[in-house]
DNA sequence: CACGCAATGAACGAACTAGTACATGCTAGG
DNA sequence: CCTAGCATGTACTAGTTCGTTCATTGCGTG
């Protein structure tokens, strides 16, 4: 459970160096330190929610991973759906920071849409947490999204990435001119949440094992080449 | 252990063949049928697992909207997971029980394809309850549905009928050789489970109500395509 | 027709769980 | 260096929640 390195997870917090508890101070004296605590809380809450649901959580539990106690979550989240909010909070924000790394613009339109599905195939093969936080999320209905700003709502629907590509596919004439970006969004999220999200019954149903390279790679594959046919005229 | 009946679970529970409860029996008196309470029970607990999860559903509230009470739940299903395992057992048995009506046999292939497509989406989007309780069992890693046995799995993962549109397709000459009927099958319940398990977040991140009869109807169209056009040459 | 077993009901309790009261250490500003 | 207020820890409580105990009623059958 060693988990020092945690620093920004909440927020950029510039919480560099604490030189005041004397430069020297063993681990005996307590140091405060709130950005830190915070961010360690909503890391053990993340992955506590993303298992077990909002209701199977426990708080106990979770304050029992984390290097503090219970009375500091209440201290920062004020309850235990308080902390939840945090967490899908923080769990959209982190996915949107490091979606849109990727170089697109200079390849051709369908070789970027396949590039791009693949991009986000494997972001969220690698982020089942994640995942599974939106399964959560859904099954009470999106109450807590819905209660997001319109600022956060408006970066986390933010396909921009999406609507360049099918711009130049159209102009350059490879793709259907009827193409509704929302809509092929919906289809790729669609493919490859399935993959993480049911892959356990799925797994089960249909006797394969969807967890490895090959069957991964095929997958990817067999996605990417579904949604870039669905485009092309 | 009281695995007495299985036969009639939840539905529409006519209460079949039931010559032992006096057939004139009144209301004023108890009647002993187990069946029924059986079915009841699962009806109710059915809604209430998928509405709000296995640890989020109460025994007491279950208990309440049913005709019997709480000591029947345990008579008949040992405990809160015995009763979740028999709620998802019976709604992965009328799924099954419903499918696979349609006469799609003498339809061209591509088009029966469609027709399987717009069936399969339809069919979610009328049983919530079901994708929801998918849900919920894969964010306890299917650990309930893993526990099924052989012959259940099986009859849950037969896919013969697209098996042979498939066979017909590539027999006359419209589809792909190099389909897999699986990964075919995945891509499907991918599209149609996503749009009911995720058209909360979906819809407020989006700002679009998938629940219209309009985008409904766009949407069943543009899986139904997606899918055609993948298995195509 | 009475007897054993299945089905049912009401109330109870032990364990758990979210949240809090109270006490105290730490850091910064004057 | 001293005080105010933030940060933290400990111990506790009030309210749930699953599951059970004890008692009773209906049913089929010998």
């Known amino acids: 459970m060693a988990k020092a390195s945690t620093k920004a997870t909440a927020q950029p917090a510039p919480k560099v160096d604490k030189p005041k508890t004397s430069a020297t101070a063993k681990p005996k004296t307590r140091t405060n330190d709130p950005d830190r605590t915070r961010a360690n809380i909503i890391e053990v809450a993340t992955h506590e929610f993303s298992e077990k649901g909002l209701s199977g959580a426990r708080i106990d539990e979770i304050a029992e991973r984390t290097q503090t106690s219970k009375r500091m979550i209440y201290y920062y989240f004020e309850s235990k759906e308080g902390l939840y909010r945090a967490v899908i909070e923080n769990s959209y924000r982190r996915i949107r920071s490091i979606e849109a790394t990727l170089d697109l613009e200079h390849k051709p339109p369908l070789e970027a849409l396949a590039q791009h599905v693949r991009f986000t ?74 993959n993480v999200a049911n892959r356990h019954t799925f797994s089960t149903i249909f006797k394969v094992d969807m967890a490895t390279p090959a069957a991964t790679a095929a997958r990817r594959e067999s996605v990417a080449d579904t949604i870039v046919r669905s485009v092309t005229l």
């Not at 109450?143 to 396909?159: K, N, R, T, W, Y």
Request: hydrophobic letters at 45%.
């Open 121 to 194: 195939f494997d972001y969220q093969l690698a982020n089942p947490d994640f995942i599974r936080l939106v399964m959560v999320e859904n099954i009470h209905h999106g109450a807590h999204v819905a209660q997001f700003s319109p600022e956060q709502l408006d970066s986390m629907g933010d396909i921009s990435t999406l609507h360049s590509i099918i711009k130049r596919g159209i102009a350059e004439g490879v793709m259907r001119k009827d193409i509704d970006p929302v809509d092929l969004h919906m289809s790729i999220s669609a493919l490859c949440f399935f």
